[in-house]
């Protein structure tokens, strides 16, 4: 079983950039599907961004595309989300989860399927 631990989160003005982590302990994250997700203030949690194992495939919501970036350092295992042209409205706490290969694009979009979850980090944006 992995366990994920993110990092990185804290308070930005509009417009800037944050770099959240997430590592992965107990056993390395090679293998499995990593994602983001958020949760702002009174909201569900929403999807954000997807990689696959091999780290050939990215996936984002639309909300986030051309904003925000995810990528994976499997030497170290960690992924990580870059967050750029930060909006208040991106205030939120952030998670990190695992889940096993995906086949489809829909799929990686789903929360059920990541069954590995980390505690979140706050990001807060101020206008």
């Known amino acids: 079983q992995v366990q994920l631990v993110e990092s990185g989160g804290g308070t930005v003005q509009a417009g800037g950039s944050l770099r959240l982590s997430c590592e992965a302990s107990g056993r390395t994250s090679r293998s499995y599907t990593m994602a983001w997700f958020r949760r702002a203030p009174g909201k569900e949690r929403v999807f954000l961004a997807a990689i696959n194992p091999p780290a050939t495939r990215t996936y984002y919501a639309d909300s986030v595309k051309g904003r925000f970036t995810i990528s994976r350092d499997d030497a170290k295992n960690t992924v990580y989300l870059q967050l750029d042209t930060l909006r208040p409205e991106d205030t939120a706490v952030y998670y990190c989860?695992?889940?096993?290969?995906?086949?489809?694009?829909?799929?990686?979009?789903?929360?059920?399927?990541?069954?590995?979850w980390g505690q979140g980090t706050q990001v807060t944006v101020s206008s």
């Open positions: 989860a695992a889940g096993p290969p995906l086949a489809s694009q829909r799929a990686h979009y789903s929360s059920p399927n990541y069954r590995t």
